[in-house]
């Protein structure tokens, strides 16, 4: 029993209403209130909307059957107890069909009026706690969509920082979702200049169209600088927010920084029209969006290094590319200026070497033979291939075997002079490499340069190109007993352009690759290059490159 229940009885008979109400109800503990026709009785259920009604079914003028039906026609859901008289039977079913809930004849003992009561509110608080679990589940649910709407929210916009790189429009969708999390009714984005200390208008949602502000102008709202100062965000509402200027806008606000390394950067501003404070919940809400703010403005910062890097990497490259065809086209020039002093210094030369009345002794004819090597250096030099070393290689086939005749042909004059042999060993088959002519010249040129370089009087310098074998082509250039010793050679491939010391071994400088530079291109290509020495025997050079497929 609670004794919060109120009971109606509608009886008109004192000696009935007494034992029912005084002695029954009201020593069990209940509320009850008598009224002594169907008229009051409408008029007080309305009223006092209690939680039973007995009604008794021998009322004058409207009976109890009257008041079920005039209860129904209301709207009135009340559980109805009928008291009936014996002989009764056939109204009492009337009743019932009519909504009643249980009966009572009279006469009849407190006892069984507390057990039908009771009976009766055992039903009616069973419905009401139904009900009441009913608006609690509907809550919760209800609280549930809030949560998951919020995070919802919340993503999209983790997501548009990540996806979108558009400053204006990234903004947009932060306002956007830092409205709808906190239920504002508008709300704006302000951001630090750069180079200032005033907050620019980044993005903005719902401001009334009279204000004429545009993205990227300065505003004070007349609050959010003290925010900015302090560093920590801010709840505002009803009288306190009369004081600033944005009152006009609503009555409640909440700020909160966007900070990057603890230095705010920006402002989140979000405003309601009615006075409802924001909750600790709206606020920790837009604290992430904050978050993700502040992350959106990291990225531009790298996007805009990234880009201001890749704007110099590319003036630096165009740079190098002005300047390598500048380079280029200057010793093109240079070498077709130099070919005809040349060609004439050199037929001058053969024509004073060659004359009858001048005799040469032996230390004048070695000169002779030097300077004459020389020509034939300079003259390799001017004629060989214009190409960038580093040029790809577009047809990505040559046959090694045709490169190193060439290259073989091009230093049989240089030989001679040196009084070298200079022999070559070809497969009969092609060996097929995946680079340009020009790349392979160069480093097959490399190896016989140094061969000649070092290679003493009257010796054999030779050239084997293996067949190839496991995909791998193979040569080797070997000079007939050179002064090179294993530190000597060492040195030559660790020394790099423009590095002193020459050995006295060495015939003529050269202008060919280096060594070092050989073995860079060659492990670039997935080859190999390396030396033997045998002291006093000679000296064998080995590269070895794909072929290719």
Do not use: C
């Amino acid at each position: 029993m609670d004794s919060r229940d109120r009971v109606l009885l509608v009886e008109n008979d004192p000696v009935i209403s007494d034992l029912i109400g005084k002695q029954a109800l009201q020593a069990a503990g209940y509320q009850y209130f008598v009224v002594p026709d169907v008229n009051s009785a409408i008029a007080r259920s309305l009223q006092l909307a209690p939680d039973v009604m007995i009604v008794d079914l021998n009322l004058p003028g409207l009976s109890g059957k009257d008041l079920l039906v005039a209860l129904s026609s209301q709207g009135v859901d009340l559980p109805v107890i009928v008291l009936a008289h014996k002989g009764m039977e056939s109204d009492v079913i009337q009743a019932f069909r009519l909504g009643a809930v249980d009966t009572m004849t009279w006469p009849l003992r407190e006892a069984e009026v507390i057990t039908v009561v009771e009976r009766a509110l055992r039903g009616v608080h069973e419905r009401r706690e139904r009900e009441r679990l009913a608006r609690q589940l509907q809550q919760m649910n209800q609280e549930l969509q809030a949560r998951v709407r919020e995070l919802t929210t919340i993503f999209a916009v983790g997501k548009a920082v990540t996806s979108i790189t558009d400053q204006a429009q990234l903004f947009g969708k932060i306002v956007e979702g830092a409205v709808k999390v906190t239920q504002a009714d508008l709300g704006w984005f302000l951001l630090k200049e750069e180079k200032g200390n005033s907050y620019l208008l980044a993005a903005s949602q719902n401001l009334p169209a009279s204000m004429n502000l545009s993205p990227h102008q300065p505003w004070d709202d007349g609050i959010s600088s003290l925010v900015a100062m302090s560093g920590e965000p801010l709840s505002i509402h009803g009288e306190p927010l009369k004081r600033f200027k944005i009152a006009s806008l609503g009555q409640s606000a909440l700020i909160v920084p966007v900070k990057v390394q603890k230095e705010v950067i920006g402002l989140l501003v979000m405003m309601r029209r009615a006075a409802a404070a924001f909750t600790p919940s709206e606020q920790h809400l837009l604290d992430a969006v904050s978050d993700y703010a502040s992350i959106s403005l990291v990225n531009a910062r790298l996007f805009r290094a990234v880009e201001e890097r890749a704007r110099s990497l590319q003036i630096l490259a165009e740079d190098a590319a002005f300047s390598a065809r500048v380079r280029d086209d200057l010793m093109r020039s240079l070498r077709r200026e130099l070919r005809r002093p040349l060609r004439l210094a050199k037929e001058a030369f053969e024509e004073i070497s060659k004359a009858p009345t001048i005799q040469w002794d032996a230390a004048q004819r070695d000169i002779l033979a030097r300077l004459q090597g020389q020509f034939v250096l300079a003259r390799s030099v001017l004629e060989a291939p214009d190409n960038s070393l580093e040029e790809k290689h577009r047809a990505a086939r040559v046959n090694f075997a045709d490169v190193v005749r060439a290259v073989a042909g091009q230093y049989q004059s240089l030989a001679k002079v040196h009084a070298l042999g200079l022999t070559v060993d070809l497969p009969d088959e092609p060996v097929w490499l995946a680079l340009s002519a020009e790349l392979v010249w160069r480093l097959t040129a490399a190896l016989v340069s140094n061969a000649v370089k070092f290679a003493p009087a009257e010796s054999e310098v030779r050239i084997i190109l293996d067949p190839p074998r496991a995909s791998i082509a193979h040569i080797q250039v070997r000079d007939g007993g050179s002064a090179l010793t294993q530190a000597r050679a060492e040195e030559i491939f660790k020394a790099r352009p423009g590095d002193p010391g020459e050995s006295p071994a060495e015939r003529f400088g050269g202008l060919e690759i280096g060594l070092p530079l050989v073995a860079d291109i060659v492990n670039r290509y997935n080859g190999k290059v390396w030396f033997e020495v045998e002291e006093g025997q000679g000296t064998t050079f080995h590269l070895t490159l794909p072929v290719a497929h």
